[in-house]
C-alpha cells in the first residue's frame, strides 16, 4: 500500500525453496549410492554394502527411506540371493506381455486357433531376428 516492500515473505520463499533443494539433493546422493552398490556389488560385498546403505538410510530425516530400510530388511534374504544366482523372469514377462498385447489387439477373432496361431507366429518371428 506504501510501497513498501515486505522482505519476510521473500525470506521465507527463498528458505523453502533451499530446504526443497537440499532434501532433493540429499535423496539424489542417497540413490546414487544405492545404485552403485547394486551395480558394483558381488556375494562378497554385498552384504556390508547393504547394512552401510540402511544404516545411512535409518540416519536420515526421511520417511520414505526409513520404509525402504524396513523393506530391505524384510526382504534381505532374497536380496543376498539376487547377487549369488544372476536369473529373473525378465524373458518369460516379456512374451506374457507380447501375448497380452496381441490379444488385446484381436479383439474379435472367432477361433482361438487363429489367436494362437498368431502368438506362435509372433515367437517365430522374434527368434529368428
Known sequence: MLGIKDTNVDVWEIREELGSFVIELFTNVRKQKLDQWFKESDESTAKQGLEVCMQAMNESNIDAFHRVTKTFQRWK???FQSFMHPFNNGYIEGINNTI????RDS???KRFERLRSKILWQQGVKRAF
Open 77 to 79: 534374504t532374497e536380496i
Open 107 to 109: 479383439f474379435g477373432v
Open 100 to 103: 497380452k498385447v496381441l490379444k
